[in-house]
């Protein structure tokens, strides 16, 4: 209930954001008409249109890209030929001479005709289909959730309630702006001239939605900036993690829970399956990671460090592999990514999430710690608090009878990407590529699942980012069509990471990078030269640049020499 609140409320916003602007000529076209028979049914059939085809696009493939692009087309026309009828009434009779039905039912030449529900249901379809939200903190939230829970009942009431909101707003704002017209309207002439400006309008958004305005230009302005707003609601409706208990010094952790199965494995490295039952008796600690994820891998020397230090005393360890991205479900990218960030503990490759649903787990690193009588007894989110975790296991141990446990902790001097984030607050925030959940994108707007050619404008603000030549954007990567093709970001960190993969055929992509229109030096990454260059030849995550001195912020560009790289995702440290 809590999560639909905050989805309605997140619609409720949208009329305070710059990509409502395109939409609202097409509602307000009706605002002289009765409500209950116009303003209504175009707003539920905007709500539904919206919802179904949010969702189509993200469970439903390519294919249901492809009908909304078709269908995107055809509401334009339809749209277009709504203005230039109410430009004139004398335009409007012979525009419709020949498509009188069509005609009918869009055309508001006069009362006499009557206020047809159908047609202004069909108008809320055309609307639906162009309208194309900004995508804000709660927006993309729901997005997530339909990617990683896939296809159900729940994620397409979650999107219809997010746009029931929206046309809650508009219709408030309908009904406010039917009755000025209607003032207007008893003005001598002000009717008409009122409607030919609602016709300029009309084609005013047709033109903005048909140029990208409204997912390119209006969401880099805004009027009323509505990301704070929603990030709080986020914070106030979705429960923060559960504290750790303040413990003293020999104080018993507290029961948390019994540990679920692990039957929804779907494939283990470096261990035959591994059960609940045959583990009683041991110390477990379960390390939800996936391998490209840059604050995984910082934790990975201390879960290595543990394992090795304390598996002949009783501690087992599973990391339980959950993939965000889709190349991270391959067995194969999996097992040589084990291999090569020096993983020899058991790994459970939980690519159906169902051990990470067990656990009503939310979070990349996560780490439950686990009697030896199967309770988990304590648990920890994120980087961070090694110490303390390693006290934790220390404990654990000891109760199950283990003594002489080695002294001391894991060593905290790590290097590469391994060494632990600037702690920078203002470093620039985690950034997806794909269409999905990318955001401060600039540049145009962003074609689904087709090639196009993107240019990246002269400049760029904090955090914006750009793609540069041809590119076809999917839902959660764009792949490059053309050498040559370059992606370009003002950021700021010390550490830039992006996730990276050769192209379809494995051949590998050499490529380029520059900060501040430079070769990178001293600040070239891991996986670069300090003139730039290096090579993609597996899916995975890259450091890009290190910066030697500071976090401040900086231009970088990667230009790809060869074609075929795919690009996910944008890490900071």
């Known amino acids: 209930m809590l999560v639909l609140i905050l989805a309605y409320l997140g619609g409720v916003l949208t009329i305070l954001s710059p990509c409502i602007l395109p939409v609202l000529p097409f509602v307000f076209a009706r605002s002289d008409k009765p409500f209950m028979r116009n303003g209504f049914p175009m707003l539920l059939g905007m709500a539904i249109t919206f919802a179904g085809v ?10 249901a890209v492809h009908a909304n692009q078709y269908g995107r087309v055809i509401a334009l026309v339809v749209l277009a030929f709504l203005g230039l ?8 009779e012979w525009l419709t001479r020949p498509f009188v039905a069509l005609g009918n039912r869009l055309s508001q030449r006069s009362a006499s005709e009557g206020d047809s529900i159908w047609s202004a249901a069909g108008l809320g379809v055309a609307t639906g289909l162009l309208w194309a939200p900004c995508a804000g903190p709660i927006l993309g939230l729901l997005l997530t959730g339909a990617a990683l829970n896939g296809a159900s009942v729940q994620t397409t009431l979650l999107l219809l309630t997010y746009a029931a909101g929206a046309a809650t707003s508009l219709g408030l704002a309908l009904l406010i702006g039917g009755k000025v017209f209607s003032l207007m309207k008893r003005s001598l002439g002000a009717g008409e001239w009122v409607r030919r400006a609602l016709g300029v309008l009309v084609l005013g958004g047709v033109a ?20 704070g707003i929603e990030q709080k609601l986020i914070n106030a409706v979705r429960p923060a993690p559960a504290p750790q208990p303040v413990l ?7 029961v948390e829970g019994t540990m679920p199965s692990l039957a929804g494995a779907t494939q283990w490295i470096n261990s035959a399956p591994l059960t609940t039952e045959s583990l009683r008796g041991k110390v477990v600690l379960v390390d939800f990671w996936t391998y490209s994820c840059i604050n995984c891998i ?20 599973i990391g339980v592999h959950a993939p965000e991205f889709a190349f991270e479900k391959n067995p194969d990218n999996v097992i040589k990514a084990v291999k090569d960030l020096g993983v020899s503990y058991p790994v459970a490759l939980d690519n159906d999430y169902a051990i990470w649903k067990g656990f009503n787990n939310e979070y990349w690193p996560a780490h ?8 988990i007894r304590s648990h920890h989110f994120g980087e961070g608090n090694y110490r303390e975790s390693e006290d934790v296991i220390r404990q654990l141990l000891t109760e199950a009878g283990q003594k002489n446990l080695p002294g001391g902790y894991i060593n905290d001097v790590n290097h590469g990407v391994e060494a632990a984030g600037s702690g920078d607050p203002t470093r620039s925030p985690e950034t997806y590529v794909g269409y999905a959940r990318a955001q401060n994108f600039v ?19 904090s955090n914006q980012w750009s793609l540069d030549g041809r590119w076809t954007v999917r839902d959660e990567s764009a792949q490059l069509e053309k050498a040559g093709g370059a992606i370009v970001y003002r950021f700021r960190g010390r550490d830039l990471h992006l996730v990276l993969g050769p192209a379809s055929d494995g051949k590998p992509v050499r490529f380029r990078v520059t900060i501040d229109g430079k070769p990178p030096g001293a600040d070239h990454g891991m996986d670069t030269d300090a003139d730039g260059n290096g090579t993609i030849d597996s899916q995975r995550l890259y450091q890009l640049v290190r910066q030697a001195n500071g976090s401040g912020e900086r ?3 990667i230009t790809f020499l060869d074609p075929g790289v795919q690009a996910f995702a944008f890490t900071f440290g």
């Open 208 to 227: 903005a939605i048909a140029l990208g305005l409204d997912t390119g230009v209006l969401t880099r302005i805004s009027l009323a900036s509505t990301g």
């Open 248 to 254: 003293k010094a020999g104080d018993a952790l507290p």
């Open 368 to 375: 439950y710690f686990i009697d030896a009588q199967g309770q």
């Open 54 to 63: 949010a969702t189509l696009a993200a469970l439903g493939g390519g294919w």
């Open 298 to 317: 910082r934790t990975l020397p201390y879960v290595r460090g543990w394992y090795d230090k304390y598996k002949d005393h009783g501690l087992v360890i």
């Open 443 to 461: 540049g145009g707007r962003v074609t689904h699942d087709d090639a196009h050619d993107y240019q990246a404008p002269r400049s760029l603000a």
């Open 555 to 557: 231009l970088f560009k």
């Open 85 to 92: 009828t109410l430009l004139s009434s004398h335009l409007a």
